[in-house]
């Protein structure tokens, strides 16, 4: 005879392939173990909350309560919407940058990381860094900065910092360099968008001996000058990469570096090595002939209708001999040398570095600098950062915190789809959607037992570098 099973004695059921996968990452990556040890009270609801916020994309933290209940995930209880506040306002600026240490040592080798800056816009009146400033979205909103810097092979972020938001991006490489060597962080190599280029900043790389590599504008008197001196040959024959469609060519030149030295009263200066890559593509040159003989054209229909704008009479005065007489009017004359200089310099463009390296290898380094865009995407899109909903700073402190370790997840299984080639046929939310539909049992006194694997889904775990769940 079969004794009965206590009433109270139930088999959970719950989704376990996706929040397994994250777990297994963590392990990985030296996540989970590195959040123990900074948050060993809360760690694991600092976890829960970022598997939420990949798994259920732009959903809002209150539906965390739903998601739980279905989900395998390491708090393994439910988190209200007060409890999920006070847990960011208790993450603290000394545990972060434990973190962001911990993570940067098993980060750390001969990649150069890239660095950019994206805008967050806020509704928020109350918090201190929300500021108007320029962005890309051309949002009217006020907005805050993050800055991120990401591994480029590794394609994994290991630091980031919250700024104003009317901070240009040139002002914060100071202190980017003075917080990544309080993080312990000395042989560093940075490449970084033209935005980050001035002289100060190259200046304070030569002094703390960064291996840098910078995007500056053609504008530059120092790059006219070394392009004047080569410009008819770069587009030789010899200088063309079939792979890139474009001509390259190297210039060792030499930096004035300066220094103020308050302590002696007076400013050092000494010349320092410095390598600028020329690139020149022929497209991109007709395009911007092209869109700069349509701005001209306005230009004149402008002035000769007498619906000048205010904004544009530099531009006049630049490009433009203007005569205004009774009988004929205004009319404006090309200065065909002033566009013939400015035409000169169309298709080129110009990176710098200290490093020594070739043009194909420092163009290929630049490009792959797209890491932080897309993370940028991800964070805005996949982890509800679009707007910065949040009302007071220690709040938005926490939740930029969990969603930047959300971030690496992200970025460890987008890296992993690009190299096994999976963005032919997934998405990264339909490949966790694949996965997350995997169940496990979990009953009282026994072992956890996982559902039925199909073959497609036993692949896609190997392919991210991952051994599928089994009973254990």
């Not at 708090?75 to 960011?88: A, H, V």
């Not at 530059?220 to 001509?247: M, P, Q």
Request: glycine share 4%; charged share 25%; hydrophobic share 35%.
């Amino acid at each position: 005879m079969t004794r009965d099973r206590p009433a109270t004695a139930q088999v959970h059921r719950s989704f376990y392939g996706a929040t397994y996968l994250l777990d297994a990452i963590g392990e990985n990556l030296g996540i989970t173990h590195d959040l123990q040890q900074c948050f060993p009270d809360t760690y694991k609801q600092i976890l829960s909350i970022a598997y939420y916020l990949i798994l259920e994309d732009s959903t809002p933290l209150y539906r965390f309560e739903k998601w739980g209940s279905l989900h395998k995930h390491p708090y393994g209880n439910p988190i209200t919407s007060q409890r999920s506040s006070e847990l960011f306002a208790s993450i603290t600026e000394a545990d972060k940058h434990r973190f962001f240490t911990l993570q940067g040592k098993r980060r750390l080798g001969q990649e150069f990381w890239a660095y950019d800056t994206t805008t967050l816009s806020s509704y928020s009146e109350t918090l201190r860094q929300v500021q108007y400033g320029h962005n890309k979205e051309h949002d009217r909103l006020p907005q805050l900065k993050l800055a991120l810097v990401f591994g480029q092979e590794s394609n994994l972020p290991f630091y980031y910092r919250k700024l104003a938001g009317n901070i240009v991006d040139s002002k914060t490489i100071h202190h980017l360099l003075s917080d990544l060597e309080f993080l312990g962080h000395s042989k560093i190599k940075l490449v970084m968008d033209r935005g980050c280029y001035s002289e100060d900043n190259i200046n304070n790389l030569f002094r703390d001996h960064v291996k840098f590599l910078v995007s500056v504008k053609m504008s530059l008197s120092l790059i006219r000058t070394e392009l004047d001196a080569i410009y008819d040959t770069v587009r030789s024959f010899e200088h063309y990469n079939e792979d890139y469609e474009l001509y390259c060519q190297t210039v060792r030149t030499t930096w004035k570096y300066t220094q103020k030295r308050p302590y002696k009263g007076d400013k050092l200066r000494e010349p320092r090595r410095l390598y600028i890559y020329y690139y020149y593509n022929i497209a991109r040159a007709a395009e911007e002939e092209q869109a700069f003989d349509r701005r001209l054209l306005a230009l004149k229909r402008e002035l000769e209708t007498g619906e000048r704008v205010p904004e544009h009479e530099d531009l006049y005065q630049k490009y433009f001999t203007i005569t205004t007489t009774p009988k004929r009017g205004t009319r404006a004359k090309v200065k065909e040398e002033v566009v013939r200089q400015d035409k000169r310099y169309y298709g080129f463009f110009a990176l710098i570095t200290n490093e020594t390296m070739d043009a194909v290898t420092a163009l290929e380094l630049y490009r792959n600098k797209d890491v932080v865009e897309k993370a940028f995407g991800n964070l805005k899109e996949r982890l509800s950062m679009r707007r910065a909903l949040v009302s007071s700073e220690q709040s938005l402190d926490g939740k930029l915190f969990v969603q930047f370790v959300a971030l690496i997840y992200l970025s460890y299984i987008k890296k992993q789809m690009q190299v096994k080639g999976l963005l032919k046929n997934y998405t990264l939310p339909g490949l966790l959607d694949k996965l997350d539909v995997i169940e496990c049992f979990e009953y009282p006194g026994k072992a956890l037992r996982v559902g039925e694997i199909l073959d497609a889904q036993a692949q896609l775990y190997h392919d991210l570098g991952i051994n599928p769940p089994t009973s254990l």
